[in-house]
């Protein structure tokens, strides 16, 4: 069950970025001037997503 949601999750986490990535790398721009980066960054890496965005951002 936990698995069949973390992949629906990550799905939906995929598609919104693909559609918003301007604006996805945007906020992890903004997001590294702040102390929240880290945890943004982990809750990303739990999806092991983090990485592919970062390809495409910078």
Partial sequence: MY???TIKLH???ES???KNIKYFCRLQRN???LQTT???NKWVNKF???KK???RCF
């Fill in 11 to 13: 799905s939906i986490l």
């Fill in 38 to 40: 880290y945890i943004f």
């Fill in 3 to 5: 698995l069949i949601l």
């Fill in 16 to 18: 919104t970025c693909s």
């Fill in 31 to 33: 997001a590294l001037t």
């Fill in 53 to 55: 965005v970062n390809k």
């Fill in 48 to 50: 092991n997503f983090y």
